[in-house]
């Protein structure tokens, strides 16, 4: 019997955005790169968690939801950073909308929207910010202020070490020596309230050991191993990142169910016919035919459902259909940052994409690396009035190695 399947729509790369193009695009556009096209005017791109790079567009994506009088727009945007590649912090999905309104609404709204303080996008925004480098900021500061103000007071700690050190010479006057038996009761004894540390000694005092006292580390060691690598040169002095621009064309997954007899007498005929497996245009895509050498299903299905349709870069639906997962997640996001309500699983990035991220003034290469990148998405895709942006869900796989 067959199933009805969610309706799953694919993005492909298509033609190169060029100055003759300029007129047509706008934020009802698909896209790869360039410049994100706000439905307002005035936003920044944001920046990465990790290294503070200004974070170029990889996809701009028109999503607009049925019976809903907001346009739609999915932004995202991914760093170059070869430090930050393959870290879900490096992504950042925001969603705009803005209703279907006269002009004179859409000037007020342009307006109250060029009122934001550029740091709201940025990393100085608390969104964006890290709450643990604040602290360790806060906590160098204070040591920086500590330290000038002990130079300032330096004359007082003089005066104050000198009578420290004449107190000390006055407590060892008054230390006792049993000399007949040391290691018996009384041995070495200090005063009661001596400043010093005092301690019993035990057996030929030739034979003690002196150990100094460790030296506590001056810097946070785990600190350090956490921090994230500095942004190279090279990408800081280029300024604003961007992709080269192309429009993405949007085409539906065709999804053929085989009957299940008609499956089985395909491979019983294929396993008695070597030859089979050239007419491809009998057999079931060869790639299904067995379980893979490796044993790794779940990858190899990610790939059998992408050869389908080669040149796919993003797979579409809003409908409960689920992600290609290059392997088991251990958690996924439920609910929405804002609303708290469900959020569902909305576009796919593929890393078909790669290859197709060309950065603009730029040496060739690859300059973005992922496994695959999902997006998840408030359902009732909540708003209010004055809203200029809401940031969603991202979940990150690795590339497989």
Known sequence: ??????????????????????????????????????????????????CGLTLPLVLQVYAPLEASPYHRTLYLFGCINPNCWNERE??????????????EQEEVSST????????????DADD?????????????????????ESC??????????????????????????DECNANVEGG????????????????????????????????????LLQEAAPVPTELRNKGLPQFASAFISVDEEEETPV???????????????????????????????SIPAHG????????????????????????????????PVQELPVRCNYCCGDVLFEMQVLPTLIPKLQLLNASEGTHLEFGTVLVFTCQRSCWTAGDTYRHEHIVLQAEKI
């Open 90 to 103: 490096s992504w950042v999905c925001l969603r705009s909308q803005g209703l279907e309104t006269n002009a």
């Open 259 to 289: 009957p299940e007899h008609v499956r089985d007498l395909l491979q019983e005929y294929q396993q008695h016919s070597p030859q089979h497996e050239k007419r491809e245009d009998l057999t079931l895509e060869k790639y299904e035919k």
């Open 128 to 148: 964006w910010g890290d709450e643990d480098n604040n602290i360790n900021n806060n906590e160098e500061n204070g040591n920086v202020i500590g330290c000038i």
């Open 188 to 223: 070495a004894v200090g005063r009661l309230h001596s400043p010093s540390a005092t301690a019993e000694i035990e057996g030929d005092e030739s034979g003690v050991v002196s150990i100094d006292t460790p030296t506590a580390p001056q810097r946070d060691l785990l600190m």
């Open 1 to 50: 019997m067959a199933q009805n399947r969610p309706k799953v729509l694919l993005g492909f790369e298509d033609e190169t955005i060029t100055d003759k193009h300029k007129s047509l695009v706008n934020f009802m556009t698909n896209k790869i790169g360039g410049k994100p096209d706000w439905y307002l005017d005035g936003i920044p791109s944001p920046c990465c968690q990790l």
């Open 296 to 327: 790794d299903k779940m990858f190899h299905y990610f790939l059998t459902r992408i050869q389908k349709h080669p040149g796919q870069i993003i797979r579409y639906c809003r409908e409960g259909s689920s992600p290609l997962l290059l392997y």
């Open 112 to 123: 109250t929207t060029n009122t934001i303080s550029a740091t709201d996008w940025c990393c």
């Open 152 to 177: 300032c007071d330096e004359d007082d700690d003089d005066d104050e070490t000198e009578e420290y050190e004449e107190a000390i010479r006055v407590n060892l006057g008054n230390l006792s020596v």
